[in-house]
């Protein structure tokens, strides 16, 4: 069983940065996906990026040039940097893991991101 805790979520300005952390409770080296999604309220779940093993990234076309995904094996956690955020990126951001961006196994609790003045 994979736990994954994100953090890093919180209150910015438009304009602003943040990053986002997926800690998983076992070693990432052997998960094929992970990826980044979103949900602003009202709305259904976005897939925003995603990362495979091999460092293949795919990226939403809203958020390509703006946010970074990344991974560290050896900390087991996903990372996604988010900069020159708008308010229209505000939701709560889950990450995920899986053995292709296809089949996601797990999922963590989510982290609140509101981009506001």
């Known amino acids: 069983q994979v736990q994954l805790v994100e953090s890093g979520g919180g209150l910015v300005q438009p304009g602003g940065s943040l990053r986002l952390s997926c800690a998983a409770s076992v070693s990432i080296f052997s998960i094929n996906a992970m990826g980044w999604y979103r949900q602003a309220p009202g709305k259904q779940r976005e897939l925003v990026a995603t990362?495979?093993?091999?460092?293949?990234?795919t990226y939403r076309y809203s958020v390509k040039g703006r946010f970074t995904i990344s991974r560290d094996n050896a900390k087991n956690t996903m990372y996604l940097q988010m900069n020159s955020l708008k308010p229209e990126d505000t939701a709560v951001y889950y990450c995920a893991a899986g053995i292709s961006i296809v089949s996601w196994g797990y999922w963590g609790q989510g982290t609140q991101v509101t981009v506001s003045s």
């Open positions: 990362i495979t093993s091999g460092g293949t990234t």
